[in-house]
Antibody, heavy 117, light 113 residues
């Protein structure tokens, strides 16, 4: 089964940019859909968006103006960029693979990103 | 407020069965077979336990089952075990362009008494 691992800064200042990378192992990124999901401390899951290996992407409308998800097929990685962060963006960020029926079947362990000065 | 509605908590005794509901609209749960359920233990990533309303991925216990009626999907756990104590989330595809593509429920905390 595919394995995923998030990496990136754990602390980001308000108004700056959050940047995370998900490294995929066990399968090629040139298949499936790949997604980012987040979970504020003590709260529920929020879908951020996904990208297909062709580069087509789809984002949560509430975040769309600030979010970009991209692929690096040479490194078997995909990335999340979230601009102009505030304290409300503090959350555990997960990367995951998606089935054709939008089930998130493999997840990274998650990484807590805190937005604070 | 989440787009899909789940009860905040449910409880049951070992060996019993419980059902968690997930209510949406005809634009999501009621209109498509793309309903999934996830189990999340504290401090852990969610785990897919049901997809396509009622499909159980390999390795998931047959004590977990899913169904749908109208705009409400349900997750049933039979023969409750202590290890089932966790948070459970539903998700669904949505055709609403204002909500995006994937909706989550607010989550249900299952307590095994």
């Amino acid at each position: 089964q595919v394995q995923l691992q998030e990496s990136g800064p754990r602390l980001v200042k308000p108004s700056e940019t959050l940047s995370l990378t998900c490294t995929v192992s066990g399968d090629s990124i040139n298949s499936y859909y790949w997604s980012w999901i987040r979970q504020p401390p003590g709260k529920g899951l929020e879908w951020i968006g996904f990208i297909y290996y062709t580069g087509n992407s789809n984002y949560n409308p509430s975040l769309k103006s600030r979010v970009t998800i991209s692929l690096d097929t040479s490194k078997n990685q995909f990335s999340l960029i979230l601009n102009s962060v505030t304290a409300a963006d503090t959350a555990v960020y997960y990367c995951a693979s998606i089935t054709n029926s939008l089930g998130l079947d493999s997840w990274g362990q998650g990484t807590l990103v805190t937005v604070s000065s | 407020q989440s787009a899909l509605t789940q009860p905040a908590s449910v409880s049951g005794s070992p060996g019993q069965s419980i059902t968690i509901s997930c209510t949406g609209t005809s634009s999501d749960v009621g209109g498509y077979k793309y309903v999934s359920w996830y189990q999340q233990h504290p401090g852990k990533a969610p785990r897919l336990i049901i997809s396509d309303v009622s499909y159980r991925p390999s390795g998931v216990s047959n004590r977990f089952s899913g169904s749908k009626s109208g705009n409400t999907a349900s997750l049933t756990i039979s023969g409750l075990q202590a290890e089932d104590e966790a948070d459970y989330y539903c998700s669904s595809y949505t055709s609403s362009s204002t909500l995006g593509l994937v909706l989550f429920g607010g989550g249900t905390k299952l307590t095994v008494l």
